[in-house]
């Protein structure tokens, strides 16, 4: 069903929405957008960064202590 939109179909989408909602809204509701998608990268960020962490710790040490050496 998409995929007949074409170039003039997204251009009446847009000029309706811009009509219906104003131009400062829909401006203020993209800063919003853009808050939300750096906050979902942040927390993408910390999360692997606790995964590496905990592997890191989980990690063993496979040197040689000095009572294992002849």
Do not use: H, Q
């Amino acid at each position: 069903m998409l995929n007949n939109i074409g170039l003039p179909g997204l251009l009446l989408i847009a000029v309706v929405v811009l009509v219906l909602f104003g131009r400062g809204k829909i401006s203020s509701l993209m800063g919003e957008v853009g808050k939300g998608i750096t906050s979902f990268k942040k927390g993408v960020n910390e999360g692997t960064a606790e995964l590496e962490e905990d592997a890191a710790e989980v990690a063993k040490d496979v040197t040689p202590s000095e009572t294992d050496k002849v």
